[in-house]
């Protein structure tokens, strides 16, 4: 009776084992995506957003068509898909992006438009080949798309980065200065237009003892809504060359959303792009048309000096 028994659970076992390996492309061909949800609640009147949905699967040995539904009431014409309504995921291929773009109207009615975008996929070899059955997968994109009548200014700043920099130097009677040029990766997640306020430098010596010099920039370009883009602040300085760190505050509004330690490498003049050996001649006959000039100008004002005294 036992051995029965044990000879019954070691079929079962086995038939279980063969199913699996009978569907085991099926498992592996299962379908995804991330993040699962397209929502912004800052929109305003005719303002565009971008997200990117990552499209994945598991077994990449065939074509996959893919087919998009939108189904969210009263927004169903503002969203479209880049890829298109109908595109392939490609054999060989385990993921892809897909991005969704909203273009709200000038007279959009303010209020939540909910809904959501329905993903599906038929393998295009089985639809082509005639007594197969082909396996339908597919997913669920949740929607929320508020329209406010308000304007909206936040950011957050996602990677920085300081370029070294060359000394500032004389042209002629005037000091050209160095520029620290601080690169920020900047998310404007607000609905109008937006940069940091301004960026402001503390810059220490090499020791990190005394503060030598602090330095601003304000006129920094913007960002368009719920877009991702590298802005340059550039901030001058009169600092000669040498190794510095610095403390970088960045402002929105009157509030510090982002402070940190940076080093600061200053080179001498030429030390990034070399003097071309022209402009030392260039620079002489500046000079001399310079003095050229001033005496002229000394000059002719003598004679009408002169002349004025005469009469």
Known sequence: MKMKKTLSFLTIGVISFCILLFFADTVLAGFGISPPYVTNHNLSRGSHFEKDIWLTRGNPVEDLRIEVDIDVPGANDWISIDEGSSFLLPKGEQKMLMTVSVDVPKNAEYKSYPGFIRITTYPVSSAEEGGQIAIILGARIDVTLDVRDIEIFDFKIRQINVYDLEEGH?????????????????????????????????????????????????????????????????????LTAGSYWAIFKIFKGDEIVEEGETHLSILPRGGINPIPKEWYGLAVWIWILTILVILGLSFTGLWFYKKKRKF
């Open 170 to 238: 004389n042209v002629l009677w005037w000091f050209s200065s160095g520029k620290i040029r601080f690169d920020m990766q900047f998310e404007n997640i607000g609905n109008i237009k937006a940069s940091p306020t301004k960026v402001l430098f503390e810059i220490y010596d090499g020791e990190r003892k005394n503060l030598v010099e602090t330095t601003t920039a304000k006129k920094i370009g913007k960002v368009d809504p719920f877009q991702t883009k590298n802005i340059i602040a550039e901030l001058p300085t009169k």
